[in-house]
């Protein structure tokens, strides 16, 4: 069974940092491109950042550039959020999601080009 389980949220002041993780089992996403999506209340998921299957390209949703940083551990099969700076507008339960297409190294912010997700992780920032 495939799942994907994700870790390291939980509540924090304005200006903290949080690192979220994403660990995959059931099978190999080293091939796959990663996403991070996030809802909060009473709004539509959003895209956060996604990162290709090398780690080589990254993309970021306008609102988090130069705060969010994610990466990968293909060897560890585990994708990570370095989130900093935060401010209250962050609060939102967080999502990572896999593309299902392997080797693909281009720009996935929609919901439908992620096959697989995660139950996802709450992230409080108190101001």
């Known amino acids: 069974q495939v799942q994907l389980v994700e870790s390291g949220g939980g509540l924090v002041q304005a200006g903290g940092s949080l690192r979220l993780s994403c660990a995959a089992s059931?099978?190999?996403?080293?091939?796959?491109?990663m996403g991070w999506f996030r809802q909060a209340p009473g709004k539509e998921r959003e895209f956060v950042a996604a990162i290709s299957w090398s780690g080589g390209n990254t993309y970021y949703a306008d609102f988090v550039k130069g705060r969010f940083t994610i990466s990968r551990n293909n060897a560890k099969n585990t994708v990570y959020l370095q989130m900093n700076s935060l401010k209250p507008e962050d609060t939102a339960i967080y999502y990572c999601a896999a593309h299902q297409r392997p080797l693909h190294s281009g720009y996935l912010p929609k919901e439908y080009e992620y096959d697989y997700w995660g139950q996802g992780t709450q992230v409080t920032v108190s101001s």
């Open positions: 059931g099978r190999t996403f080293s091939r796959n491109s």
